[in-house]
Structures are given as structure tokens and as C-alpha cells.
């Protein structure tokens, strides 16, 4: 059981885009359509801004979009601000091993 | 409105015994599948433990297997995690999280979580 495989870190001015890829394989984000990304302040909880690879939860920001392609997941945020600074994570269903998480981007506006 | 509130965290010995509870409201946990991930200080999230709806299914990461194990009491609205022979590698921030009946595939709500410390 690994962890999907994100960049450490990304960053942006305010106003700018980050995208961020997380990568696994056929067993887990290229063999399902149930990537998640989750957004984490620091000493909070974790948030589900993502789901099902590209739909937003209801109360989430249309500049928070997902993608796939293959093995690879990505997050873009478009317009950053502010408060999107935080670590960011990928999730996705994995069959037999049920569910990982990737290995979390810290998002810096700088 | 949804909320977890998890509960029974603290400091015990290698190989101690630690029984986390999640207590739900606003809404029914044994509708939903629910879940335990984890957080080592400093580190990134680990899924731990899921239970089904019915309680008839249960898995748990290899990490934990043969230690760990989830139930749940619908009475009281709550799930909980009995976690045996604890290593120091168990130390973390252990979250509740409900499974999502619509957003497939997701946690859509999560404890504030329970610090777990496994130290002499």
C-alpha cells in the first residue's frame, strides 16, 4: 500500500493559478473515476474540495477544478487567494486496498 | 447540522491498549459507511479503518490488521476504533470520517480528531 505521489510543494501570487498533479496507477486513480482532493489548514481538518475527480461540494469555489488523465489526478486553482494557502491531498478509491491518500502539496501564495 | 466529535485519545505505552469513539449528529451513522484516517505529526493523511453501513464489512489497512478493529453502536449514534498492541508509529491525530453517499468515493464530513501518543 503507497501513497499517490504529489509535488511537496507549489506556489502562486494572488490572483495566479497552481496546479497540482497526483499521481498513482491502473490499481487506484487510472482504474476509477473516485479521486477526491481534500484541503487542510494547519491544525484543522481536513475539507473535501473535490470529488469524483472534477465536482465541487456544494459551498466550494469554482476556481477549485479537478482533472484526470491516465494514472494522473490534478487540482488547479485558479484566481489564488489568500486563504487557499494550505495542504492540499489527493484521495481515490484503490479496490483491494480500499483508499489512499497522496502524499500532500503545501499551496504557498506568495 | 452533520457533526464528529471523536474522543478517548491520550498517552499510552508500547503495546497499550486505546479505544477512540466517534460520537455523530445530525444524521444517522448507521446510514453511512464510516472511517478512520489517520496523521502522524508532520506527516501526510493515512486511511486507517472503514466500516460499512450494516456493520458486516469491515476492512483495515495492512498497517494496522491484526490490531486495530472498528464497531459501532447505533443506540448511541457512534463508531468506534479498539486499537491493541500500539507502536510508536501509531502516533497521530486519528480522524473520524463519513464515507459520502452521493459524492462517491469521499470523506464528506471529518472529526476535529483524537491525539493519540504512544511513548514511555
Known amino acids: 500500500q503507497s501513497a499517490l505521489t504529489q509535488p511537496p510543494s507549489a506556489s502562486g501570487s494572488p490572483g495566479q493559478s497552481v496546479t497540482i498533479s497526483c499521481t498513482g496507477t491502473s490499481s487506484d486513480v487510472g482504474g476509477y473515476n473516485y479521486v477526491s482532493w481534500y484541503q487542510q489548514h494547519p491544525g484543522k481538518a481536513p475539507k473535501l474540495m473535490i470529488y469524483e475527480v472534477n465536482k465541487r461540494p456544494s459551498g466550494v469555489p469554482p476556481r477549485f477544478s479537478g482533472s484526470k488523465s491516465g494514472n494522473t489526478a490534478s487540482l488547479t486553482v485558479s484566481g489564488l487567494q489568500a486563504e487557499d494557502e494550505a495542504d492540499y491531498y489527493c484521495?481515490?478509491?484503490?479496490?483491494?486496498?480500499?483508499?489512499?491518500f497522496g502524499t500532500g502539496t503545501k499551496v504557498t501564495v506568495l | 447540522e452533520v457533526q464528529l466529535v471523536e474522543s478517548g485519545g491520550g498517552l499510552v505505552q508500547p503495546g497499550g491498549s486505546l479505544r477512540l469513539s466517534c460520537a455523530a449528529s445530525g444524521f444517522t451513522s448507521s446510514s453511512f459507511e464510516m472511517n478512520w484516517v489517520r496523521q502522524a505529526p508532520g506527516k501526510g493523511l493515512e486511511w486507517v479503518s472503514y466500516m460499512s453501513s450494516s456493520g458486516s464489512i469491515i476492512y483495515h489497512a495492512d498497517s494496522v490488521k491484526g490490531r486495530f478493529t472498528m464497531s459501532r453502536d447505533n443506540a448511541q449514534n457512534s463508531v468506534y476504533l479498539q486499537m491493541n498492541s500500539l507502536r510508536a508509529e501509531d502516533t497521530g491525530v486519528y480522524y473520524c470520517a463519513r464515507l459520502s453517499a452521493t459524492a462517491i468515493g469521499s470523506f464528506d464530513y471529518w472529526g476535529q480528531g483524537a491525539l493519540v501518543t504512544v511513548a514511555t
Open positions: 484521495g481515490s478509491y484503490a479496490g483491494s486496498t480500499f483508499y489512499l
